[in-house]
């Protein structure tokens, strides 16, 4: 709101950018973040306030960086947070919720709620072709948005994602450019582009805007869990940027005074064939040493070069978290584990997070007599082929009562 948003502020060097497309200080290339006047907003919010607004994201308005009333992604946002206790007996965890994002609107992952605040202000600034580097979800909610909205839209992938994926962002007849090599050669292109092209890129020029999105998953969970911090939030890690933003919601609230202050830890989750930033992490180190070749099935975290690592970093140190990968196999068995005792089924993030969660309460990084919340970030329809091998073939029979009986396990 515009009352409430100041201004851009790079995180290195603290100087200041006005509120355009905007991206890195021209100093130190250090990343801008948007900052607010938060002794306004805390005068102005409330819980009741809150609980009264829009049932979606933007409930959270006040706190998100935009100077007129929203127009992208009003649908988007406050997905179930589900009390998983069978889930919670498997893995021996007192508490554990589930922040269910597989069910987002308009495409089923959290990437609608950057998506819908990049896309707000780049229509505010007269944008008219939207654009971005994806691992796939981020291209399939900014082509969904853009057609909604009537804006022209690029999106460049790898080449080689999930056929779902690929789908997802064609049928809303976007251009889909597909370029030969990783994510992060995606996205050095899109940085040539966005120099070149009066273009909003929303994980380039438009980042400061896109990554503040993610905040309302963090505004979500303190309300949904009855306005109390969790204890534990374990989050599956690409950029970084959801894990170090979801913090940035839990710490605003505190300033606001929407909810009480207390300690909690941020757990980051990562696949062990793309894990540049827990693997900083267990060494030790802030210097994150970028992965040339991503080698994993939870593609839409294969970012071997994280552009909010360090920062996450330092909020999994800062808040006692630790950080945790795992091996293909593993997110396999996280995705099959949440579907069959909750029935909610993840992509292969959502596996990340679950394995990684599993082995950080095996270590002993979450104390069983504890409150947990995983925030699974994806629907697993748009990666089912990681399955094909892993799950009970079909029963196929005759047409026949006899042929029935026998494959029936329980009596009659
Ligand atoms: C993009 C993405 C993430 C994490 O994104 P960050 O770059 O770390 O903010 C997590 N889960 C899914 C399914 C994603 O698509
Ligand atoms: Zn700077």
Redesign the pocket.
């Known amino acids: 709101m515009k009352e409430f948003f100041d201004r851009l502020k790079c995180k290195e060097c603290g100087r200041s950018y006005p509120k355009e497309a905007v991206h890195v200080c021209e100093f130190d290339f250090g990343p801008l973040e948007a900052t607010y006047h938060y002794h306004k907003i805390k005068k102005y919010v409330s819980r009741q306030m809150i609980e009264s607004g829009p049932d979606s994201m933007w409930r959270y308005e006040p706190f998100l960086p935009l100077e007129e009333e929203p127009t992208v992604g009003l649908h988007t946002g406050m997905t179930p947070l589900l009390a998983a206790k069978r889930l919670a007996k498997i893995l021996g965890i007192k508490e554990l919720y589930i922040k269910n994002d597989t069910v987002n609107f308009p495409t089923l ?3 609608d709620r950057v998506v819908s605040v990049a896309l707000s202000r780049a229509k505010e600034l007269h944008y008219e072709v939207v654009s971005c580097a994806s ?4 291209a399939n909610s900014l082509a969904a948005h853009a057609a909604a909205n009537g804006l022209k839209s690029y999106v460049l992938i790898p080449a080689d994602l999930e056929p779902a994926k690929v789908i997802g962002s064609l049928v809303y007849n976007t251009r889909v450019i597909g370029i030969k090599g990783s994510y992060d050669k995606v996205n050095r292109l899109c940085s040539e582009i966005a120099g070149k092209y009066r273009w909003a890129f929303v994980n380039v020029n438009f980042r400061p805007y896109y990554a503040e999105g ?1 905040k309302t998953m963090g505004f979500e969970i303190l309300e949904q869990m009855g306005w109390k911090i969790p204890d534990h939030t374990v989050i ?8 170090t933003k979801i913090d940035k919601a839990y710490q605003e609230a505190i300033l606001c005074g929407l909810v009480e202050e207390k300690p909690y830890a941020i757990h980051g989750a990562q696949a062990s064939g793309c894990n540049p930033i827990t693997a900083a992490f267990k060494k030790g180190t802030d210097l994150i040493r970028p992965i040339a070749n991503p080698n994993t099935i939870a593609k ?2 294969a ?1 071997g070069t994280p552009a ?1 690592g360090y920062y996450a970093i330092q909020t999994i140190r800062r808040t006692g978290g630790y950080a945790e990968d795992v091996t293909d196999q593993e997110i396999i068995e996280g995705i099959k584990i949440l579907a069959e005792t909750e029935g909610v089924f993840a ?1 292969t ?1 959502g596996g990340v997070t679950v394995g990684c969660a599993k082995k950080l309460i095996q270590k002993g990084y979450i104390p069983q007599e504890s409150q947990v919340v995983l925030c699974i ?2 629907n697993g329809l748009k990666t089912a082929e990681v399955l094909k091998d892993h799950l009970n073939p079909i029963d196929v029979i005759e047409p026949h009562i006899q042929d029935f009986d026998k494959i029936v396990d329980f009596e009659k």
């Open positions: 992952s959290f990437k691992t796939g979800n981020l993610s599956c890690m690409a950029s970084g940027s959801l894990l839409s975290l970012i909010d992509e993030a970030t994806g």
